[in-house]
């Protein structure tokens, strides 16, 4: 349906009992597409191959310098965004990486965060839409 915008993951139980799926805004079925298509190594979806980004591809390569990170993140995300998310014009996407320490049980362990961050306009409304979404890599895991 036009206009409507259904929050995921989707309740496919409601589908089958016939009843009304929870429904979201603009900017949250945006940001839901933007975490899906960083979330999402090519080929995955088999319908179309050329969803998601090349992340995946980069997880676990410890030795790749991060200018090179960035780099390859941003145009990924980029492209997939210009290719699978039509509703927003972006004006500006930027990438930050930092080291993060977590703790599990005894063990304290460092990974290398990913923010993406990302200002756009919205292009039915023209309102800005702002997202910041992180992950960690190696092996890579979605706040």
Same mark, same amino acid.
């Given at each position: 349906?036009? *206009? #409507? !915008?259904?929050?995921?993951?989707?309740?496919? @139980?409601?589908?089958?009992?016939?009843?009304?799926?929870?429904?979201?805004?603009?900017?949250?079925?945006? #940001?839901?597409?933007?975490?899906?298509?960083?979330?999402?190594?090519?080929?995955?979806?088999? !319908?179309?191959?050329?969803?998601?980004?090349?992340?995946?591809?980069?997880?676990?390569? +410890? +030795?790749? @310098?991060?200018?090179?990170?960035?780099?390859?993140?941003?145009?990924?995300?980029?492209?997939?965004?210009?290719?699978?998310?039509?509703?927003?014009?972006?004006?500006?996407?930027?990438?930050? +990486?930092?080291?993060?320490?977590?703790?599990?049980?005894?063990?304290?362990?460092?990974?290398?965060?990913?923010?993406?961050?990302?200002?756009?306009?919205?292009?039915?409304?023209?309102?800005?839409?702002? !997202?910041? *979404?992180? !992950?960690? +890599? *190696?092996?890579?895991?979605?706040?």
């Amino acid at each position: 349906m036009k *206009g #409507a !915008f259904y929050k995921l993951p989707i309740n496919f @139980n409601a589908i089958l009992q016939k009843k009304e799926l929870e429904k979201t805004s603009i900017e949250h079925s945006i #940001a839901q597409q933007v975490i899906l298509l960083a979330t999402t190594t090519f080929g995955e979806c088999k !319908f179309d191959e050329t969803f998601g980004s090349k992340i995946w591809e980069i997880d676990f390569d +410890l +030795l790749m @310098n991060e200018n090179s990170l960035k780099e390859i993140i941003s145009k990924t995300m980029l492209k997939s965004l210009l290719l699978h998310e039509k509703r927003i014009k972006v004006n500006e996407l930027r990438v930050e +990486l930092s080291e993060t320490m977590y703790h599990v049980v005894a063990i304290s362990r460092g990974k290398k965060r990913v923010d993406i961050i990302i200002e756009a306009n919205i292009k039915s409304t023209n309102r800005d839409f702002n !997202f910041r *979404g992180y !992950f960690f +890599l *190696g092996p890579l895991s979605y706040k």
